[in-house]
């Protein structure tokens, strides 16, 4: 499990490997685990350096090998997309979508309540990382207790964010004691 810790206020979700100014396209390579990030994309941004970004308008992308191309709007100037060479793609973590058959985003649940099968607690959530493979989250047992479940659908039973609950099944075969 890679340990990307949701807290950091921009997730990397590709780079940019070249740009042609001329039809206003970057091709970007995605970070391994985060190409579903692009497959409704409507809006992308762009970072270098420690500059606060470049936000353009996405018109389609299409896969070219191990690259996407991204056709970018008309609101970017030519100029603009030939400097994006190199440059970082990031999305916060709100704007991060749920993985392929997961029913969550992972910071909707930091910070809800996790119910066992019974009705009764087993705690908070107090961290989430994202993996590879599926993705996990912390709880804290308040007994100084912490445990480690994953985000998969054998786990999560629902999810209410207005209510602030998570429930989950039969946890035993999937958790991780601290």
């Keep these: 499990m890679t340990s990307s ?23 970007v390579v995605p970070v391994a685990g985060r190409e579903y ?3 409704d ?3 992308i941004r762009f970072r270098q350096g420690g500059e606060e970004g470049l936000r ?3 018109l ?8 996407l191309i991204v056709a970018l709007g008309p609101g970017v100037s030519r ?6 060479r190199g440059a970082r793609v990031v999305m916060t973590p709100d704007e991060m979508p749920p993985k392929p058959g997961s029913q969550v985003r992972l910071s909707d649940i930091l910070g809800l309540k996790v119910l066992l099968p019974t ?8 961290e989430v990382f994202e993996g590879p493979a599926n993705d996990a989250f912390a709880v804290d047992q308040g007994d100084g207790r912490r445990c480690i479940l994953p985000v998969i659908e054998e786990v999560i039973m629902s999810v209410d964010v207005a209510g602030g609950t998570l ?3 039969d946890i035993g075969p999937y958790v991780v004691e601290e």
């Design 167 to 169: 429930e989950v099944g």
């Design 41 to 43: 994309l409507g809006w």
């Design 119 to 126: 009705g009764d607690p087993l705690g908070s959530i107090v």
């Design 79 to 84: 100029d603009v997309v030939g400097q994006l």
């Design 56 to 58: 353009c308008k996405v």
């Design 37 to 39: 990030v692009f497959s």
């Design 5 to 27: 810790v949701m807290t950091e206020s921009w997730l990397e979700v590709g780079r940019v490997r070249s740009a042609n100014a001329r039809q206003r396209e970057v091709r």
């Design 60 to 67: 389609r992308t299409r896969p070219d090998g191990e690259v």
